[in-house]
């Protein structure tokens, strides 16, 4: 295979991936994009990697007076030991084993091995100092934190009154007493009456702390003080001090003479430590620079690198690739152009007239799906819910946006959001009200007036008294719950299946954790709100039942057709409360159905 036909498809390859790109930018198959004049060139540099020795002292505090081992030093003099430390130091760094180990290991292993910080050795030798505990002064006890040194605390039981209600009376002050009275007749009989309970008003000494309002205090168990946590309780403290040394490595890459300026930018966006895995990397030369307590190696690299002109939607943009599978380094700003458009519709979402539409969530559902469909804005998304900040997004997608775009996105997403979860809430409410209030009719009335029959066939009319004397009806609140309760976790559900269709399961973690969807404390809002409408709307007005099962009477959809006359006193009047019905003279010959 010629070099033409190798450069060829060299160039396919780049062209791919631009469109690759693209379409993982956009989250769309069908980008316009497309490819213009491609520029491939072999760019032949060198990288000086300096392995840099850093040597360090780690102190760790042990409780008590802690032995060192055969190998260890006991130093209790904080002069001496300041001293030990910075003499050990000092030989570490200019040890010349460790120089020696890490030049061997750089020409061994290969490019990028050692691109982090690495421990090379641990000093055998740790030093101890042991020194007086400075939280207790080496009582090795603290005044207790509970009590303050008082020995005693409130009492919780009383609450620092020393009495509690009696138990015997339950606070009343009486208690019920059965005696045995005997009639004039002789006959024996048994009655209950209230006699004067021996508490006081109700109450009685408290027994946990004898009526004083205070008890020992559990923590130091009367004793004032505690035992001491940074010491233990030894009233001193040991100070094991280790040295230890790393290397830690340092990339500089030299520009060769009339090589393109984009070339070393886009090695360091690319990671320098990862050179190799773009092209060749080969070992010149590694030697040891022993009065800065460094190893240096030279690396000879050979990169294939691409420069392409781009139309992304129209707008023209250059394109930098490298490596022998290739890698964009820089899309010359069109991962902004891909994503304006979705930009734009989400954030004219939340200012729009459609905002005030009830079935917002048809919108934001379209443009959240395109929006959440574009891998960066996948980034800013999880990044987001992690917690990361605005700087650490940006950084992770590699500069492709700006933070103004970071905040603004998360903004816009936050703002469409909410939106939708108030029009949840609100349509929920509506459905969950225009439910609840008719099936506490049947649910609580019918049984009540016996009336299950009448609604599947032909009979009298009847009057449902539902009003209450105290303009509120309990048990028609209380039936709402029975739609309610479980409307809302039905509506909870929906919530997050939409949200989850829209933007995936990053978008519904990302709202669960800032608290953008329902939650328990809007059910309750709901739940309370058509508890109270159904309570007070059917202990005012009275309802209707017809021979057909049309209840009505709250709202007004047919013509009362009876004249209600008052029940009739003695035998035959009805149940106390529920009211009476007269039948018209066309239905007085009507078969009655018995209640």
């Known amino acids: 295979m010629g070099a033409d036909e190798n450069l060829e498809h060299y160039l396919d390859a780049c062209r791919g991936a631009v469109l690759d790109y693209a379409r993982r930018i956009a989250g769309s198959a069908g980008v316009d994009v497309r490819t213009g004049a491609t520029r491939a060139s072999l ?26 081992g055969p190998d260890d030093l006991e130093v209790n003099q904080e002069s001496r030991y300041l001293a030990e430390v ?24 290969g490019y990028g091995a050692r691109g982090e910080r690495v421990c090379l050795r641990t000093h055998p030798r740790r030093l101890f100092r042991s020194c007086t505990c400075k939280a207790c002064r080496g009582q090795g006890e603290v005044t207790c934190d509970e009590c303050r040194g008082t020995r005693t605390v409130r009492c919780g039981d009383c609450r620092g009154d020393g009495r509690v209600q009696c138990g015997a009376c339950n606070g009343s002050g009486n208690v019920s007493e059965t005696v045995s009275a005997t009639d004039d007749d002789g006959s024996s009989r048994s009655e209950t009456r209230l006699v004067r309970c021996d508490c006081s008003s109700g109450q009685v000494a408290c027994s946990t702390c004898s009526g004083s309002g205070n008890r020992t205090c559990g923590t130091c168990d009367g004793k004032s003080v505690i035992g001491c946590a940074a010491c233990a309780g030894h009233g001193s403290v040991t100070s094991i001090t280790t040295i230890r040394t790393d290397a830690v490595p340092s990339f500089r890459v030299a520009r060769p003479a009339g090589s393109p300026a984009y070339v070393v930018p886009a090695l360091e966006k690319a990671g320098l430590a990862q050179l190799a895995r773009h092209g060749r990397v080969t070992l010149r030369d590694a030697t040891a620079d022993r009065t800065n307590a460094a190893v240096v190696a030279v690396y000879d690299c050979a990169l294939p690198f691409c420069e392409a002109a781009v139309d992304v939607l129209g707008r023209p943009t250059r394109w930098i690739l490298l490596g022998e599978t290739p890698q964009v380094a820089d899309a010359g700003g ?16 939340p200012r729009g007239a459609v905002r005030w539409s009830p079935l917002f969530y048809r919108a934001a559902r379209r443009v959240v799906g395109r929006f959440m469909a574009a891998q960066p804005n996948q980034v800013i998304v999880e990044g987001d819910a992690a917690g990361d900040s605005v700087d650490a997004i940006v950084a992770r997608l590699g500069g492709a946006v700006p933070p ?10 936050r703002g469409t959001v909410a ?22 009719i049947p649910i609580v009335c019918l049984p009540d007036h016996g009336l299950y029959r009448t609604v599947t066939q032909a009979a009298p009319r009847y009057l449902l008294d539902t009003a209450s004397a105290g303009g509120y009806h309990w048990p028609m609140a209380l039936a709402t719950l029975l739609v309610t309760v479980p409307g809302w976790f039905a509506a909870q559900w929906l919530t997050r299946r939409r949200l989850r269709r829209a933007g995936g399961a990053r978008l519904l973690a990302w709202a669960s954790g800032h608290k953008l969807l329902m939650g328990w404390k809007s059910g309750v809002v709901v739940a309370g709100t058509v508890a109270a409408l159904a309570g007070a709307v059917y202990g005012h007005w009275p309802l209707w039942l017809d021979g057909q099962g049309k209840v009505y009477g709250v709202l007004p959809l047919y013509a009362p057709p009876l004249v209600v006359a008052p029940a009739p006193a003695g035998p035959g009047a009805g149940p106390s409360g529920r009211g009476s019905f007269a039948p018209s003279p066309a239905e007085a010959s009507a078969p009655s159905v018995s209640r």
């Open 43 to 68: 760019q032949r540099l060198t990288v000086t990697v300096t392995h840099k020795l850093e040597v360090s002292a780690t102190v760790a505090e042990m409780p008590g007076r802690q032995a060192p």
């Open 86 to 109: 910075q003499t050990q130091s000092q030989a570490e760094r200019s040890r010349p084993q460790t120089i020696d180990a890490l030049l061997a290991a750089v020409r061994a292993e």
């Open 334 to 349: 069109a991962e902004r152009i891909l994503l304006q458009a979705d930009f734009d519709a989400l954030a004219a979402l």
């Open 404 to 413: 103004e775009y970071v905040q603004a996105a998360l903004r816009s997403l």
């Open 419 to 440: 939106i939708a979860a108030r029009w949840s809430r609100l349509n929920s409410a509506l459905s969950l009200a225009a439910l609840a209030l008719p099936l506490a």
